[in-house]
Nanobody
């Protein structure tokens, strides 16, 4: 079965950096685009970044453009989100997502808290 396991979250000061990882299994990773979403308390889940199956095309929410970088290692079945210049408003639970066979799959999420 499809499994997505996020890691790398934590507490960081404003201006700091974190790198999130999402380890995938149960499907042919290199065939599918991967996304990172986040959900802050009291807010809807929003798309943060997306990467094509081969990694050549990426897209970002305006709020993170220039600060976050999505990447993937198809040999390791892993997608990453490098987050720099973190702001308090980046505080949220971050989820990775993919849609093999047109079905949405989500990980359990990893908490990112930006606070001094």
């Amino acid at each position: 079965q499809v499994q997505l396991v996020e890691s790398g979250g934590g507490l960081v000061q404003p201006g700091g950096s974190l790198r999130l990882s999402c380890a995938a299994s149960g499907f042919t990773f290199s065939n599918y685009a991967m996304d990172w979403y986040r959900q802050a308390p009291g807010k809807e889940r929003e798309l943060v970044a997306a990467i094509s199956s081969a990694g050549g095309i990426t897209n970002y929410a305006n709020s993170v453009k220039g600060r976050f970088t999505i990447s993937r290692d198809n040999a390791k079945y892993t997608v990453y989100l490098q987050m720099n210049s973190l702001k308090r408003e980046d505080t949220a639970v971050y989820y990775c997502n993919t849609r093999p066979w047109a079905v949405d799959y989500w990980g359990q999420g990893t908490q990112v808290t930006v606070s001094s």
